[in-house]
């Protein structure tokens, strides 16, 4: 089992940034690739970005203003999203995957996640 707890959230205006944090705890870390994905009200839950070993992918949408990064000795992984959008407000959440079974963006194969944090932003 592996538990993830999010942090970071917040209400920022449109332009800001903010930095999500996920930190995990119980199987090794370093085994898992990170995923980030967001669910907005009346929407589906989508990828935003994910980290395997060193290779990290990102959504069109948050390309070149968002960030993933892992801290293995800290078991954390981030998110630095950058100039912000109304558009971006949703619930994001981190996830875990083992780094060989299959697409990092496929949602379904994440097995473990976090409860979320909610992330507004103004216009």
């Known amino acids: 089992q592996v538990q993830l707890v999010e942090s970071g959230g917040g209400l920022v205006q449109g332009g800001g940034s903010l930095r999500l944090s996920c930190a995990a705890s119980g199987r090794t870390f370093s085994n898992y690739a990170m995923g980030w994905f967001r669910q907005a009200p009346g929407k589906e839950r989508e990828f935003v970005a994910a980290?395997?070993?060193?290779?990290?992918y990102y959504a069109d949408s948050v390309k070149g203003r968002f960030t993933i990064s892992r801290d293995n000795a800290k078991n954390t992984v981030y998110l630095q999203m950058n100039s912000l959008k109304p558009e971006d407000t949703a619930v994001y959440y981190c996830a875990a995957k083992n780094h060989y079974s299959g697409s990092i963006y496929s949602l379904s194969l994440y097995e473990y996640w976090g409860q979320g944090t909610q992330v507004t932003v103004s216009s």
């Open positions: 980290i395997s070993f060193s290779s990290t």
